[in-house]
Every structure is written in C-alpha cells, then in structure tokens.
C-alpha cells in the first residue's frame, strides 16, 4: 500500500490530503471502487483515481460527496463515467451560477491556484443520484450505506457506513479532528448537533469514524464533539 493511503479496515483506506488536510476515502468490493470526496482540484481527484485503481486492480464506479465545499468536490471531474451520489438538494446547488462561482472564489481565498479552480469549476460534476434519507450501494457483495444525516456542517451532509469489523463510518465535515468545526455561513448551527446524534445512531458506540480533516475517532470524541456544538451554539 502507499505510505499515503491508511488501511482502516479490509478494503477501506483513506488518504489525508496534503494542503487543506481534507480526508479522501475508498471502500473496495469485488465489483469496483467508491470514492468517499474527490478533493480540492482536478488534479486531486485523477491523482486519487490512478492510485486507487494500482491499489485495489479494480475501477471507480462510484463517487459520495459528504457536502458542497470545494476541498471535497473540485476533483470529481476527473472520475468520468462514474456514477455521484449527493445529499438532496447538492446536484441543484452545484448546478447554479451563482453558488459555482462563490465555491470557484471560496477555493482560490483557501489558497487553490487561480487556475487550477477555474478549471475545476468549469466540470464540475454534480451528483447524479441525490439522498433524502437511506441508499444501500452493492459493490459485489459488499454493501454500503449513503445516509443523509444533516444539516449540519452544511444544508447537505452526507455520511457514508461501510459494515464490517470494525464498521467504518466516513463523516464529512460533520466532524472534525484536526481543529475545532467550521461553521460557515451555509451552516446549520442549531441543527448541527442532531446530525451528530443521528450519526452516532448510525455507526454506533464501536464503530471508527472518520472526519473530514483530521485523525480518525471513536463515539466517545464525536459525542464530546456534539456536546461542544450545543453549547457553542446553544440559544441564549
């Protein structure tokens, strides 16, 4: 395995990507490759497609987004022909003018080469199938679990369960590690903590959750985290 992709349980790895620390995750069964986030560039994402494809000798056939900020969607061009999931509501914001453009400046204020997200923007590839609630992916025999479990970080969080020993959920920015969580302007604050709770419900109290930046943490972290965003944003 490369040094940059961490084994988080058989046929489940992630890599922390160098820059905006934002993570990238895959989950391989015998019938492809899921791509949990794609990146802050194009560059980014057909780096991850050309690693994850020496890595596992299989293809990417899926694409998850866990929300629309540009340090996790911006590569998705690079996996043409791969079908991308989305929380409801994110292929209509990645389709808009207006909130493409806002993502195009967003990445060049973090410090993306002006070019690079242009050209990002340019393809950018909104979801093709958008999750209101629950979805299983079959890849094989393994099955996955796309759950829409926000607003929280954003108005559209998507968590991603892959079942196994130990089950692997993949958060988003719904958790952070790394630093405290962001909340920008399209967060839901008030609505934050009960998408923690809905997704410790969803991994429960053994599961590894993977936030999207940062190291990997149990139950007992994201519940700490949850406490703290209800008081942080508690109603005076």
Not at 129 to 137: A, D, K, N
Request: proline residues 7%.
């Amino acid at each position: 395995m490369k040094p940059t992709w961490e084994e988080l349980a058989p046929g489940v790895v992630r890599r922390r990507m160098p820059g905006w620390d934002e993570t990238i995750g895959a989950v391989a069964g015998s019938a492809g490759v899921l791509v949990v986030d794609t990146g802050a560039t194009l560059r980014d994402g057909a780096e991850t497609r050309r690693q994850l494809v020496e890595l596992f000798g299989l293809p990417v056939t899926h694409v998850a987004l866990t929300h629309p900020h540009f340090d996790h969607v911006l590569g998705t061009a690079a996996f043409a022909g791969v079908e991308v999931y989305g929380a409801v509501g994110t292929a209509l914001l990645l389709s808009g003018h207006r909130a493409v453009e806002e993502l195009r400046e967003d990445a060049i204020r973090h410090g993306v080469d002006p070019d690079a997200a242009a050209e990002a923007v340019d393809v950018l590839v909104a979801p093709h199938h958008q999750v209101s609630g629950e979805l299983t992916l079959a890849l094989g025999e393994r099955q996955i679990l796309l759950a829409n479990v926000g607003p929280g970080h954003t108005c559209h969080d998507l968590a991603v369960l892959v079942p196994g020993e130990p089950e692997v959920v993949f958060c988003g920015d719904l958790v952070e590690e790394s630093g405290d969580p962001q909340a920008g302007p399209d967060a839901q604050p008030g609505q934050w903590p009960a998408a923690l709770d809905r997704l410790l419900a969803l991994g429960g109290e053994d599961a590894t959750y993977v936030p999207g930046h940062g190291a990997v943490v149990d139950a007992a972290f994201v519940r700490a985290q949850r406490d703290l965003l209800a008081g942080r944003f508690a109603h005076p």
